[in-house]
């Protein structure tokens, strides 16, 4: 079942972009991402869902009823912030009763409800400390819990993770999905990190400039990217992005990359050639080899497990190949980049659109 419907919904500001018609569909009990660079809409779009932000035109629909222009206190919805927003001079404990003495629920099924979400969260004994007296992490979680202990039909988190650091991020992640599994609770994540957007959704979506890029599961959205933008949105390093030129000769289609010549089997073209366009190519799936663009090793950046090479092409262009295995090649070494067809995308120039 849908539980969250947004459709054709439009923010605009004065001056800036906002939210330019986002259509989008989360089904009951689903962990959706909504991933973007910094200011393409997300948290615009997130604050329309909540109620925060006036919706210029569209519909929005929680449980198939519309609640567009409902006050966010008649939603059922539950954010947690960035910045947590936890009361300062409360308890922890008063920190999470606060929404429960809202909905004025009788005290003692109050008291069971923060026992069991505390002990869920394994900060039972923060109870009686203030905000000021707990770490990044700990208020992380004491605003989840806030968050949770009113069981609301749809939950929306806006960066979350992002002040802690990088190991507690971790693991936050980890217990971020098990806690979604837990409570079941339909959940519509905002981050700018392509790493918490594929390691925590069930669904994706990628924004720019106000609109959706592509949506899908985050293996499609990596393997199957719509255009440059995508591509190199999603993976780190970024896909390699080189200029080529197809042309058909005798009814046999060729692609040409700086001084090297490649057939595409797979691709049948009528359109005009030559033809701009632009060849991607993730690291992971550079191969060196005797034949392909010559290159010259400049830079080698080890990460422990894997390695990352930065080669440069005759023609200035950069190329990075990531290898489990430590290279034998040193700084200046030459080599060739082998082109093959089967583990290669190619883009549009003109629109970045992806065509093969
Ligand atoms: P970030 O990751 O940096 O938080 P975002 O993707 O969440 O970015 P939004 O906060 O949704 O982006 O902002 C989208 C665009 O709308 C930006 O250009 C922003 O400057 C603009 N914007 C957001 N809120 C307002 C506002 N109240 N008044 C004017 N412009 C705004």
Redesign the pocket.
Known sequence: MEKLVLQDVVRV???????LGVSLEVKEGEFFVIL??????????LRMIAGLETVDSGHIFLDEREITNFPPKLRNISMVFQNYALYPFMTVKDNILFPLKILKMPKSEMEQKVEEIGKTLGILELMDRKPGEISGGQKQRVALARSLVREPSLFLMD?PLSNLDAKLRGQMRVELKRLQREFNTTTVY?T?DQVEATTLADRACL?NG?KIVQMGNPNDLYTLPVNTFSATFLGDPAMNMIPGEITVKDGKTYLKLEDFTVEMPDIHTERETPRDVMVGMRPEDVQLGDDGIAVELNLIQNLGKSIYEYFKTQHGDNIVRQDVVSSRLALGDRSMVVIDPKSIYLFETNTGSLIY
């Open positions: 500001f004065k001056k800036n972009v906002g939210v973007g660079p910094s200011g393409c809409g997300k948290t615009t779009t960066e905002v700018h924004m106000g």
